[in-house]
């Protein structure tokens, strides 16, 4: 049988001074440490040079596959399926046009409008009609925003009916809340957790009070980060407070002029033992939202590099940190055809970036209302097509390494002529790096870490990680 080497290959930056690398496969998800003249032999394309031995071992991790595999085409054809196949129902729902803040990187309008008691039956019977597939063993809402909790009695009122529905079909049901934590108070939160089962948390917080409220203020132009930041704190004292019955993820979006504050915003998060409570923090640049918001973030390759700083500090100060992607079959809900979002009008969309935002109005990317009953379940607008948009090589993601554990990131994006390529492009020879030494750690001797930090001297991050 003759073979070809992977096109989804990728490589860390040498170990040492062998010459050794990490070898991984982003479509297998596994790893490898080759030697120099294996990596050399795999860059060229020359098979017939590797040992048999090393061979078998290639294969086995997907590195070298059968001449006549079409990767491309297997891997966007898994991707359609998974977006077609899976058990479990996700929709979201903006039950709130309003939001307290007024960050100006936001591109929604808000108005103080909640979903009307009106749309409730319009938008259960929606999803009663989804359900009647019998293909799903569940349903999870997200309730997005503007800031959803300023519709806590439309969430209440929902729940209650999304409950009674899941149990008509006998599936399980979750929901999670993304929120900017200006109404998290501990009543609140008991009553999120318990009666309106949700599981996870996401909460923001753009840096230090100083760069926060440079970002994240209220309409009337007051600082919102001590608010923000006492709620968690409350929250993560209660005795009965537990991570693993509802998850907290901090979101830190940053800019410019932010930058510099994530590794204070990092210490002050371990100064009150945050690691301990939260599921995880994770950082991401400011992109556009139907605005020119992303003229302000850091170029991809500067985040990239900033990341591996980042996570070196979570890593030392005991925050879980990811730095080895895994397979991505759905990119986005944009590719699910029974995924839908609901604002607080009951117009009906595919992506929760384009509810409240202006530019969006009128366009194809809201394709329908609650009342409507014409509206057909699938109907679906450019984005929803992405998988034929790679077929057809119309973008760069068609012939990239990472697409297997990317899947193209942000469709909208690239629709709109914006590079949506993940972090991951830019520093994964650093994060394979990372990741042996994270898996090498406990085997490496004093003498050992001394020489790799000296090997790796121009990388200042490698250093700490040894020592984390």
């Not at 068609?398 to 492009?425: I, N, Q, Y």
Request: proline share 3%; glycine share 6%; aromatic share 10%.
């Amino acid at each position: 049988m003759k073979y070809k080497v992977s096109n989804f290959n990728i490589f860390s930056c040498a170990i040492n001074e062998s010459g050794k690398r990490v070898l991984m496969n982003t479509y297998s998800g596994q790893t490898l440490v080759v030697s120099k003249y294996c990596h050399e032999f795999l860059l060229d394309g020359r098979l017939s040079e590797i040992p048999e031995l090393i061979t078998r071992k290639l294969i086995d991790v997907g590195a070298v596959v059968e001449a006549e595999k079409d990767e491309l085409k297997t891997v966007i054809d898994e991707n359609d399926e998974g977006g077609t196949t899976g058990q479990n129902l996700y929709q979201v729902i903006m039950p709130s046009a309003f939001c307290q803040l007024g960050c100006h990187y936001c591109g929604q309008q808000h108005a103080k409008n909640s979903l009307a008691p009106a749309l409730f039956t319009a938008l259960i019977d929606r999803i009663r009609k989804k359900l009647e597939s019998k293909r799903y063993k569940s349903l999870t809402i997200a309730w997005f925003g503007g800031e959803p909790l300023l519709a806590l009695n439309t969430i209440r009122s929902l729940t209650k009916l999304l409950l009674e529905l899941c149990e008509e079909f006998e599936i399980a049901y979750s929901a999670r809340i993304v929120t900017n934590g200006m109404s998290l108070k501990e009543t609140v939160f008991r009553e999120l957790t318990t009666d309106l089962h949700i599981r996870s948390i996401e909460v923001t917080l753009d840096g230090t009070r100083e760069f926060h409220d440079q970002n994240r203020f209220t309409k009337e132009g007051t600082p919102s980060f001590d608010i923000i930041f006492n709620n968690l704190m409350t929250l993560f004292q209660l005795p009965q407070y537990d991570v693993k019955k509802c998850e907290v993820t901090i979101r830190c979006n940053v800019n410019q002029q932010n930058a510099d504050s994530v590794a204070a915003l990092i210490e002050l998060f371990h100064k009150h033992e945050f690691q301990k409570k939260i599921a995880y923090f994770y950082a991401v640049g400011i992109y556009s939202w139907g605005n020119d918001a992303h003229e302000q973030s850091l170029t991809k390759e500067e985040f990239a590099g900033r990341e591996l700083v980042w996570n070196t500090q979570l890593r030392k100060l005991g925050f879980k940190i990811f730095v080895k992607p895994a397979r991505k079959k759905v990119v986005c809900m944009t590719v699910d055809k029974n995924a839908d979002v609901y604002d607080a009008y009951g117009n009906i969309f595919n992506c929760t970036e384009t509810p409240y935002v202006n530019v969006y109005k009128g366009t194809d990317h809201q394709f329908g209302h609650l009342m409507f009953s014409g509206e057909s379940q699938g109907s679906r607008n450019v984005l929803s097509d992405w998988h034929n948009t790679l077929r057809k090589g119309t973008f760069q993601c068609s012939g990239c390494p990472v697409l297997p554990v990317c899947g193209g990131s942000c469709p909208k994006s690239w629709h709109e002529d914006m590079r949506a390529c993940p972090t991951f492009k830019f520093n994964n020879p650093e994060k394979l790096l990372m990741y042996y030494l994270e898996n090498k750690r406990q085997e490496l001797t004093g003498v050992e870490k001394e020489g790799l930090a000296i090997f790796h001297q121009d990388k200042k991050w490698v250093a700490d990680y040894l020592d984390a």
